[in-house]
């Protein structure tokens, strides 16, 4: 079912509009089938009984002898008139109630001047098997009257049959063709297609109007989301339309203005760090007890790389860089180099040109974070880019210690580190990783950390598709 279900809200809309249209079609259908009931007794009554009353009086009033002229005078294609010597069986037929309401008409329109009551009744027939012999002896007229003849009045041709005892004994009975006109299927089917298609065509241009407003919104809240400046969006169309831009506008304002509040504030006190640290470094050079002075020189210097690492990070964030369309296997390449340069041994892997949509300086320093960090704990890294249906992704790997399974999301966490010497040179300040994923979730990606069954850490750098990339 939900394969079938549009995805579009036009899809949807006109789906749900011609399922209520194709309803509404079958009862309207039904209502006019269950009212040729009525156009049936109707034809019946002024067609059958009528003719049945005239011949009925003037056979009472004329003399037997022209009986059989009167009767011959009343025949035509589609209807017919017999005089039987005999009496009808005294057993009444079962009626239905269209049946006894015909039968009722004519005895009133008889009024009662005739030896006992009419009888009218209606069965399925047709103009090519139409007969004035069948059912008509001096038995029974209703002898050869099958069961699935006396089903509910439909569309179609009936033969009406009226019977009426006379007063010198004999009976007439009298059968007349009734053609009801049908509804044609292809008067219901050209109607529900043409409302069908005007159906869909105010849809579509109605909602293509209301869903561009939507698409919109949609593609500046993703924009937004990767960290790009998107414009404030102009407040058009319904009032819902209005009333979700206007929401959208606010909410990236107060969002930009509380990033950019927490990251100054961050920035002044790393900046203002500085004196102090500085002032403490030139003091502790007084100490004249060495060990000691080496010790608070070296917590001081840690202080001194964390601040500035602080400051570095603020200032990253804070900065606004374009996106554009470059080419990652160019980019990771980029910073492989950097790393051979160092004489570091890092491995690469690309499947070749990929063109993607992002921030190449952030996205390369998420990448350098990931290759240092493999380098420092594996002494080695291989790099490799893959291009998937699900976006592109950069692996990297190395043949270290790897993680604590149960440690690997404190990794991002800034300022924690898990290497337990506390040593900046060794372990890092900590940073590496929560500057990696922040830019790669600012692209609308993620970074995995996963340990190799072999040895070693795998970092994943997932990216989402762009255009169909």
């Not at 009626?95 to 009888?119: Q, S, V």
């Not at 790393?270 to 080496?294: C, G």
């Not at 554009?324 to 041994?345: H, I, N, P, S």
Request: proline letters at 6%; a negative charge; aromatic letters at 4%.
């Amino acid at each position: 079912m939900s394969r079938i279900w549009p995805k579009s809200l036009a899809g949807r809309l006109i789906a749900l509009l011609v399922a209520a249209l194709a309803i509404a079609q079958g009862v309207v259908v039904f209502v006019i089938h269950d009212e040729q009931r009525g156009i049936v007794e109707a034809m019946a009554h002024g067609q059958a009984l009528n003719q049945t009353v005239t011949l009925a009086r003037l056979l009472a009033h004329y003399p037997p002898s022209e009986a059989g002229r009167l009767v011959a005078a009343f025949g035509s294609r589609s209807s017919c008139a017999r005089l039987i010597e005999a009496a009808p069986a005294a057993s009444d037929p079962e009626l239905d109630g269209a049946e006894r309401h015909l039968t009722e008409i004519l005895g009133r329109m008889l009024h009662g001047d005739f030896t006992g009551p009419p009888r009218v009744t209606v069965q399925r027939s047709d103009l090519a098997d139409f007969t004035c012999d069948d059912g008509m002896n001096t038995t029974s007229p209703y002898a050869d009257r099958k069961a699935e003849d006396r089903a509910p009045i439909h569309l179609g041709s009936y033969s009406a049959e009226a019977v009426v005892p006379l007063k010198d004994g004999r009976t007439l009975m009298f059968r007349t063709l009734i053609e009801a006109p049908p509804l044609p299927a292809w008067v219901a089917f050209l109607s529900f297609l043409l409302s069908s298609s005007a159906i869909a065509a105010v849809v579509v241009i109605a909602v293509r109007r209301q869903t561009r407003a939507l698409g919109d919104l949609a593609s500046a809240a993703e924009r937004f989301g990767r960290g790009d400046e998107v414009p404030a969006l102009p407040e058009v169309g319904s009032a819902e339309i209005v009333a979700a831009t206007h929401a959208f506008n606010t909410m990236q304002e107060r969002l930009r203005r509380f990033v950019s509040e927490r990251l100054r504030l961050l920035a002044a006190v790393s900046h203002d760090l500085r004196t102090p640290l500085t002032t403490l470094r030139l003091k502790a050079e007084f100490i004249d007890d060495e060990a000691a002075r080496d010790d608070m020189v070296a917590t001081i210097e840690e202080l001194t790389a964390i601040t500035e690492a602080t400051l570095a990070f603020t200032r990253a964030e804070a900065s606004h860089e374009e996106t554009k369309t470059v080419d990652l296997a160019r980019l990771v390449e980029d910073v492989v180099d950097e790393f051979r340069l160092g004489a570091a041994a890092v491995e690469v892997e690309t499947p070749g040109p990929v063109r993607y949509d992002c921030r190449p300086v952030a996205l390369k320093r998420a990448v350098r974070n990931l290759v240092e960090n493999a380098v420092r704990y594996g002494g080695a890294a291989r790099v490799a880019l893959r291009a998937g249906g699900e976006g592109p992704s950069i692996v990297v790997e190395d043949d270290g210690p790897g993680l604590p399974a149960d440690r690997i999301e404190d990794a991002f966490r800034p300022f924690v580190r898990l290497e337990p010497s506390r040593n900046a040179e060794t372990g890092g300040l900590g940073l590496g990783l929560a500057i990696a994923r922040g830019i790669v979730q600012a692209h609308g990606g993620q970074v995995v950390l996963t340990n190799r069954p072999e040895r070693g850490l795998r970092a994943e750098l997932r990216l989402p598709a762009r255009d169909g990339r």
